[in-house]
């Protein structure tokens, strides 16, 4: 049996972290000494690069290089073509670059790392949640369950300080947002509310400055960059270092070849924080609708957490004390306190699985570590209403209630006889079918019943937001099965055991 790690899979940066001998989660660093690995993927000739190798070839090879992969988990409709005119799908890609975090573990350990936990945004659906579960199982993990990345961050920086309270925490990232309120108790974990945005992030920031510095080239010498993918993937690389430099900077400039001449376009940080300004007022009606639905006022927060490379502006930092009148918790590290706080969940999901190997023996002082979530997203099933006649959502689980946690909807058998019981799940909180994702069908054949016989469906959601579903007979409560959820939006389990089995052939380097 080998080794259990938590993996923060970001859509940008990823990182790996273990819980040492000593009880203390540390990041381990990659084959380059990195502690974090640039969530970057080049396919050349036959051979597959990750991290920044692969990063720094995307100037030169934009086409063979693909990157912000996240963005495009659980969308069948998406692939990247490689230039040698193979299509991987996001699974596959988040796969790669899961291998090389498990390879470089590996090596770092000198042990085989079987196990993980990875981490998603506290906003991902279920079928986001479903394609990182099978992404990891493609990359020949034992996936133990994923975690939502500001729960583990405040695991994280909880045991590390020993904070309590209420906590608030900010994860701006490369490519989502999520915002989680918290409540500390001990070695308690209990998460309250939780909002987000899955495609709100610095690469939105630095599109905002793409967008400018293309179209003072326009200006100056008429010459469009957005159509040219070289001088975009230039751009976007150069715009991002401008970004960070406005960071610590109050002015940057943006230095690019037009036609062979130099063009150097001055940015202020007043300018580029009024152009991203949308941006930033989208995560605060974020952290104002997640503090009312935990029924808290601003001032209520006890700590601030910043969590994600992207809270490293300045802004981010003045409008969350503005509205909260506290200074962001330091001492967390707003690149790894993701992959630390899921290699402690590593930690105690394997210890549960298996009592006697890696025990990491609590201290009579440390009371017992638990972690409780809520999800992000409602759950129902669709059914029709008896008054109007019309198929409507039935939420069964209300965003915010508390994981694990189930729902029952009661079914009758419209036809005696009927052997084929289809129920349409659904993920939101609108009546409105408009409004809410159908996740799947979940099916199943019952054995031939004698009469109209009433039936009792249980959604249920798992402690890392999958949901399941069963049957019962409402009669002698006995449970019937459990009803195989089909998601569209997700591998079958035929498509997972053959990619799995192809990437081990892989020589990912
Ligand atoms: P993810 O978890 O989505 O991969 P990270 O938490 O690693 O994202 O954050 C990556 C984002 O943080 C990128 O958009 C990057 O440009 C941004 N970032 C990193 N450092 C800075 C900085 N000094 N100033 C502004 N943005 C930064
Ligand atoms: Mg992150």
Redesign the pocket.
């Known amino acids: 049996m080998g080794r259990a790690v938590g993996i923060?899979l970001?859509?940008?940066?990823?990182a790996v972290a273990i819980v040492a001998p000593s009880g203390s989660p540390e990041i381990i660093a990659n084959r380059e000494g990195e502690r974090?690995t640039p969530?970057v993927v080049m396919f050349q000739d036959d051979s597959v690069a990750v991290g920044s190798m692969a990063k720094q070839a995307v100037t030169d090879a934009p086409e063979d290089v693909v990157q912000f992969v996240?963005r495009r988990m659980g969308d069948r409709s998406w692939s990247f073509t490689t230039t040698g005119g193979d299509q991987y799908d996001a699974e596959w890609i988040s796969a790669v670059i899961l291998r090389r975090l498990k390879d470089d573990a590996e090596m770092a350990l000198g042990e085989p790392v079987t196990d993980a936990v990875i981490t998603v945004p506290a906003y991902f659906d279920d079928a986001r949640r479903r394609a990182t579960i099978d992404a990891g199982h493609i990359a020949g993990f034992n996936v133990l369950g994923v975690i939502n990345?500001p729960t583990a961050a405040a695991v994280a920086y909880g045991l590390e300080s020993g904070i309590q309270g209420t906590v608030l925490v900010y994860?701006?990232?490369?490519?989502?947002f999520d915002v989680t309120v918290m409540r500390v108790t001990g070695n308690d974990f209990q998460v309250v509310a939780t909002r987000g945005d899955r495609n709100l992030?610095?690469?939105n920031?630095?599109n905002a400055l793409i967008t400018y510095v293309a179209e003072q080239v326009m200006e100056r010498t008429g010459v469009d960059l957005l159509e040219d993918d070289q001088a975009m993937a230039e751009l976007r690389e150069k715009a991002?270092l401008a970004?960070?430099t406005?960071?610590?900077m109050p002015e940057a400039r943006v230095l690019l070849r037009v036609n062979r001449k130099p063009v150097t376009i001055a940015v202020t940080r007043q300018l580029f924080d009024a152009l991203t300004r949308p941006l930033l007022s989208r995560t605060r009606s974020n952290v104002e609708s997640a503090l009312e639905d935990a029924r808290l006022g601003l001032t209520e927060v006890d700590h601030l957490l910043l969590?994600?490379?992207?809270?490293?502006?300045p802004v981010v930092r003045e409008m969350l004390t503005t509205l909260t009148g506290r200074e962001p918790s330091i001492g967390v590290h707003?690149?790894e306190a993701?992959a630390l706080g899921a290699s402690v969940q590593a930690m105690l999901l394997a210890s549960r699985g298996r009592a006697t190997d890696n025990p990491i023996p609590p201290t009579p002082a440390d009371p017992p570590v638990t972690i409780h979530d809520v999800t992000a997203l409602g759950v129902g099933v669709v059914a029709i209403n008896p008054s109007t006649n019309k198929r409507e959502n039935h939420v069964l689980l209300p965003h915010n209630s508390k994981i694990p946690g189930r729902g029952e909807q009661n079914f009758r058998t419209t036809t005696p006889g009927q052997i084929e019981l289809l129920v349409e799940i659904t993920e939101g909180d609108d009546d409105d079918l408009e409004y809410v994702t159908v996740v799947g069908q979940a099916g199943m054949t019952l054995r031939p019943r004698p009469e109209l016989t009433p039936l009792r469906v249980v959604i249920s959601v798992s402690a890392d937001a999958v949901i399941y579903a069963e049957v019962f007979d409402q009669v002698s409560a006995h449970k019937i099965g459990d009803l195989a959820i089909e998601r569209k939006s997700n591998l079958s389990r035929r498509q997972i055991d053959a990619a799995t089995a192809t990437l081990q052939s892989w020589d990912v380097s």
């Not at 994860?171 to 989502?176: A, I, R």
């Not at 969590?307 to 502006?313: A, E, I």
């Open positions: 923060d970001g859509t940008t940066y990823s974090i969530s996240k990345e994860d701006l990232g490369g490519g989502t992030g610095g690469f920031w630095d991002e970004k960070r406005l960071t610590t969590v994600g490379g992207s809270t490293r502006m707003p690149d993701v």
